[in-house]
């Protein structure tokens, strides 16, 4: 018999002497007091009306990319994702 697990989390990362982007699953429970102390941007399933697509897919994998490459610069010239422009400002 199959023993369930628990909630995971998704662990991607930049391996410099490789070059390779690494993903893991890792259970939550083990990166909770990280989460707790580190930078977390909701995102609610609500505001997708709780379809995650092909944008929603592209929107999040984009965003994982930038955010490695603030940490790690030399990943920057790799990353071809376009932005969405800011919106104007607000009167």
Not at 14 to 29: F, K
Not at 61 to 69: D, E, K, P, R
């Amino acid at each position: 018999m199959t023993k369930k697990r628990g909630p995971r989390c998704v662990l991607i990362a930049y391996d410099e002497d490789e070059q390779s982007i690494l993903t893991c699953t890792v259970p939550r429970d083990a990166v909770s007091g990280l989460m707790n102390s580190e930078l977390v941007v909701p995102l609610p399933l609500s505001e997708e009306r709780f379809r995650l697509g092909d944008e929603f897919a592209r929107q999040l994998g984009g965003v994982a990319l930038l955010w490695l490459s603030i940490e790690q610069p030399e990943l920057k010239p790799f990353i071809e994702v376009t932005q969405a422009p800011e919106p104007p400002p607000v009167d």
